[in-house]
Each structure stands twice: as structure tokens, then as C-alpha cells.
């Protein structure tokens, strides 16, 4: 009930993220799903000397990929897209706000000052957070897959639904640095910064073939399982043993830190 | 045997190379109120902090109810109200959101009151907390702590903010809740010394993180008064001298003020067996004991 509480209010308070992450998921949902005929009816159209020429190129060749399978479409669009940019962008302004927000604000005395542990106090921050990540992430896939049944476009939805599951896992693994970043900091602008900051870093060896599979960007897109045909369990697994590791450090951090 | 409510055993903060709180060693006893005071940067709010969980120790324990507060359950502070130095309230919150997210936390929560003191102190139930002016902040800021029905209630600064009226309605019902009952205690950081004079039992006087002196309001009252003499000529140096007298401050060539802690009646026989202009008794004040340590 007490924790519940805490959620609520959580909730409340990021209540217009959470609208406008989801207005911006649905139109982009309701809008990739109506364009794919029309785009994928371009590509086939484009004569068969012209396709040779243009797969010379790897962005063409990619292009075309895309429009050949409406899972991969999906995939490219949200998982290899939007989904980690969304993410990303939310992570940086819900953890900044969470923690660093509130001490800013000077709230956090009242926050903790109720008959809670910290521990409790960041459980419910932590649960607040990620439930609203999954309700913005997710929800575009959500939307997605509800309009292609009514428009009778079919997809591996399957694949398409555990890939979320994986950038999710890998999402919340870069919202609880996005926490301890916060935790440390006493203004919400530079948490925000700093946490930008320590995902371009993260993000840094994603740019390499031999590294990226060290990018939590990288992994947040599920490349590897979607295109590669990789395992799923191993890697969700390893991202819930970051995830809880990361956890139990921003535990401590936030249980050892004067407010 | 009195029960302890607050037991702090060499309570140290330091942040950094700084040592905030050096030693603090303080008992406070169910059914008591207890004033904190001491100039600004003395360590009251730290204090605070600590008793509070916000800050953690640097040395020493706290124990709250017997029980140290590390190893304090929810339901032990649920039964702790605090007001902080600054009534940061959740500012997106309406005044009837915040009391009804407040209230969940609970159990022992007065509707009742809540309503009947929102009404007397006249918060707009729908308006925004940002809203509020800093007064009504700190109005509400009370209203929490006290429907809560807390057991011990911590005030740091709680009427700052507050016009003198608002903070006489306040005291007046501090007073009547918890001086009815033998089990409620109050623990209260204020500047307004001589509110209080008027609530206290006991006063605590911190200075530089040290904790200089603990008196109670009735051996102030009682036991310790200022003599204000002026002397026709210079008096002996044994009458200036005698038992008792803690300070003497001299006012022009011949005028003293006697700060006397024990033994009044008879230094002040002697001083009136002396040639003397003026004989006069001060009783003593916190004002008087915050400006002998400060």
C-alpha cells in the first residue's frame, strides 16, 4: 500500500512524459504501418537493372532488406530506431528528475523523512521508472501490432515481441546508471548532462565490429537476435545480471549518501 | 523512572575536514518538550538531520524508543512527525493531494483534525502547493506532522515564514496536544526564543557543534537571575567575588550586572548593605543564556 503509494505519486509527477512519450509512439505507430505498402509497392516497382545498380551500395541494399519483410520493417523502424532513442531520451530525463530533481527541489527530506526504508524509498523510484520506460517503449510496439491486424499486414510478431522484451532488459540496464548518476548529484541539469555523457561513452564501442557486442546501444536494438539469429535467453539473461548488479549499487550508493 | 524518547551518545558529523556535530550527548524524555537553540551554522539543523535519518553518522548512535535508529521499523517512525527548515512540499501536488498521499503512511492519521485545521488555518484544498505563499507552505507543513498523530514531533524552523498570530495558534495547539499527554514529546529548533520560553520544559544550547548546556526552564525561571546594581562608589572585590555569581558584566564606572546561578539571596543582601543608586532583578531568559554562549 505504502509502496504503491510512492508509485502513484512517482507516476503523477512524470505524468506528461508519460503522455507525450505515448502520443508520440502512437502516431509513429499508427504512421509506419500505413506507409509500409505504399513504400514496399516504390521499391517493387523500381525496375530490375536499377535494383542491381543500386545494391551495389550497403545502405541501398539495406533498404530494400527492409521493405522485403514486414518483421524486419518493424524491427528497423522501433527496435533499431526509435525504441533506443526514445529510451535513451527518457531515461536521461526521468532519472535527472527522480533523484537529483528532488534534492534539488529540496523534496527529498519530505520523501524520505516518511515511514519508509531508502531502500523501499528507491525500490518504488526504481519500479516507478521502469514501469514508465516499458509503458513508452513498449507501447509503440503495442500499437503496432494492433494496427497491422486491422489493416491484415502479418509479422513474426513472436520474434518481434521478445526482441522489445531484450531492448527493454537493456534499456533499464542504462536507466539505473541513468539512477546512480542521478543519486550523485544534487542538480537535475547536470545529472541529465553527465548521464548523456556516460551513454555516449557506452555507446562508443558499438561503432567497432569487434566491440559492439559491448554497446548497451548496440544491444538495446537486438540486432543480434532479430538479424543474426542469435540466442535470446543468454542475453536477456546477462542483462538482468547488469541490471541487478547496477541496482544493488545504486542501493548502497543511495543508502550511504547524506541528503 | 522517566522513559527516554530520544537518546543521542556522542552524536559526530563531519563532512569532509569539517566537524559539524562533535560529541552531542543529550537525553530527552517521553512527555517533554525540549527546545534547540544556538546561533545560525551552530549544528541545530544537522542535528536534526541526524535524528531524522537524512544524514548518517559520522560517530556515536542515536537511539529513538530505546532502539537504535538504524534498527527502527516503519511503524516506530510512523509515529515520528517532522517538519524541516523548509517547507519543500511536492509543488505539483494540489493541498488536498498532498494530504491524502500523506495520510496513506500512516495508520494512526486524524481525518477529523486535518479537515478542522485546514479550515481554521484556511488552505485552499485545490490550489497547487507552488502556489501557496511560504507561510501557507509551512502551515501545511504543521498540518501533516500533527495529523499524524506523532508520538514525537521534530520541529526545525517550523514558523519561519509564519505571522505572529499564526504562530500563536500554532504553539497554543502544540501545547494542548502535547502537554495532555505524558507520552507526547516535542523537539523544537526555533529562533523565536522567547515562544520558546513559553513552551519548553527543558532548553538545549548548541554553539560550534558542541552541545554547551542543557537547563530547564524552571531553574532558569527559578534559580538563576540577573542583578542589575549601581554602586555609589566602587565596591570590595570580595562582594563581586562571592559564591554564586557566574558573570558580571560592568555598566559606566560603578553599574554591574551579576549573572547569579546560586546562592541569590544572600549576594543580593550584600549588595543592598552597600551604598547603592539602583537594586534591580532580572530574571533570567533563553535570550539571556543564548547570548552568554554565543
Redesign the interface.
Known amino acids: 500500500?505504502?509502496i504503491r503509494?510512492l508509485i502513484?505519486?512517482e507516476l503523477?509527477?512524470l505524468r506528461w512524459i508519460l503522455i507525450v512519450g505515448l502520443l508520440f509512439n502512437v502516431g509513429t505507430a499508427v504512421l509506419l504501418v500505413t506507409t509500409f505498402n505504399y513504400l514496399a509497392g516504390m521499391v517493387t516497382e523500381i525496375p530490375g537493372e536499377m535494383i542491381e545498380m543500386l545494391a551495389q551500395y550497403e545502405v541501398t541494399r539495406e533498404l530494400l532488406y527492409i521493405f522485403e519483410d514486414y518483421t524486419i520493417y518493424v524491427w528497423s523502424q522501433w527496435h533499431a530506431k526509435n525504441l533506443f532513442q526514445i529510451g535513451a531520451l527518457v531515461v536521461i530525463i526521468i532519472t535527472s528528475t527522480q533523484f537529483a530533481g528532488e534534492v534539488g527541489?529540496?523534496?527529498i527530506?519530505?520523501y524520505?523523512?516518511?515511514?519508509?526504508?531508502?531502500i523501499q524509498g528507491l525500490s518504488a523510484k526504481v519500479a516507478s521508472g521502469v514501469l514508465l520506460l516499458g509503458i513508452t517503449v513498449v507501447s509503440g510496439i503495442v500499437v503496432t501490432w494492433l494496427i497491422s491486424l486491422v489493416v491484415g499486414i502479418n509479422a513474426n510478431w513472436a520474434l518481434i515481441f521478445s526482441a522489445t522484451l531484450l531492448s527493454f532488459s537493456w534499456i533499464i540496464a542504462y536507466y539505473l546508471i541513468g539512477c546512480v548518476v542521478s543519486i550523485l548529484n544534487r542538480e537535475p541539469i547536470t545529472a541529465g548532462v553527465i548521464t548523456g555523457l556516460v551513454g555516449i561513452i557506452l555507446s562508443l564501442p558499438g561503432f567497432f565490429p569487434a566491440t559492439r557486442f559491448l554497446s548497451l546501444f548496440y544491444q538495446m536494438r537486438a540486432t543480434d537476435y532479430v538479424i543474426l539469429g542469435g540466442s535470446f535467453w543468454p542475453n536477456l539473461g546477462i542483462s538482468l545480471v547488469l541490471n541487478a548488479l547496477i541496482f544493488i549499487i545504486a542501493c548502497r550508493i543511495f543508502k550511504?549518501k547524506?541528503? | 523512572m522517566q522513559k527516554l524518547c530520544l537518546n543521542l551518545k556522542k552524536v559526530e558529523k563531519r563532512?569532509g575536514e569539517k566537524n559539524v556535530l562533535n560529541g552531542v550527548t543529550m537525553d530527552l524524555f517521553a512527555g517533554e518538550i525540549m527546545g534547540l537553540i544556538g546561533p545560525n551554522g551552530a549544528g541545530k539543523t544537522t542535528l536534526i538531520?541526524l535524528i531524522?535519518?537524512?544524514?548518517?553518522l559520522s560517530g556515536g548512535s542515536i537511539y529513538l524508543f530505546s532502539r537504535e535508529r538504524g534498527q527502527l521499523t516503519?511503524?516506530?517512525?510512523?509515529k515520528?512527525g517532522?517538519v524541516?527548515d523548509?517547507p519543500?512540499?511536492?509543488?505539483?501536488?494540489t493541498v488536498d493531494q498532498i494530504i491524502s498521499?500523506?495520510s496513506?503512511?500512516?495508520p494512526q492519521w486524524n481525518s477529523e483534525k486535518c479537515c478542522e485545521l485546514k479550515k481554521r488555518f484556511q488552505l485552499p484544498q485545490h490550489e497547487p502547493v507552488k502556489n501557496l505563499s511560504r507561510g501557507m507552505k509551512a502551515q501545511l507543513a504543521l498540518i501533516l506532522a500533527l495529523c499524524q498523530e506523532p508520538q514525537l514531533l521534530i520541529l526545525d524552523e517550523p514558523f519561519d515564514g509564519l505571522d505572529p498570530l499564526r504562530r500563536i495558534e500554532f504553539l497554543n495547539i502544540i501545547l494542548d496536544e502535547f502537554t495532555s499527554s505524558e507520552d507526547r514529546t516535542v523537539f523544537i529548533s526555533s529562533h523565536y526564543l522567547e515562544e520558546l520560553e513559553r513552551i519548553c520544559d527543558r532548553v538545549a544550547f548548541i554553539h560550534e557543534g558542541e552541545l554547551k548546556r542543557v537547563v530547564k526552564m524552571e531553574q532558569l525561571r527559578v534559580e538563576e537571575k540577573t542583578i542589575r546594581v549601581v554602586f555609589q562608589k566602587q565596591p570590595p572585590q570580595s562582594l563581586l567575588s562571592m559564591p554564586g555569581i557566574k558573570d558580571i558584566k560592568k555598566e559606566g564606572q560603578t553599574g554591574y550586572l551579576l549573572t547569579v546561578e546560586n546562592n541569590f539571596n544572600e549576594i543580593y543582601q550584600a549588595c543592598g548593605a552597600f551604598p547603592h543608586y539602583v537594586l534591580e532583578i532580572y530574571h533570567r531568559s533563553i535570550e539571556d543564556m543564548f547570548h552568554d554562549y554565543s
Request: proline share 2%; charged share 20%.
Open positions: 500500500m505504502v503509494n502513484n505519486k503523477f509527477q527541489r529540496g523534496t527530506s519530505f524520505l523523512t516518511r515511514p519508509v526504508s531508502r550511504a547524506d541528503f | 563532512f538531520k531524522m535519518g537524512l544524514l548518517n516503519s511503524t516506530d517512525w510512523s515520528i517532522y524541516s523548509e519543500n512540499l511536492y509543488d505539483f501536488m498521499f500523506n496513506v503512511f500512516f
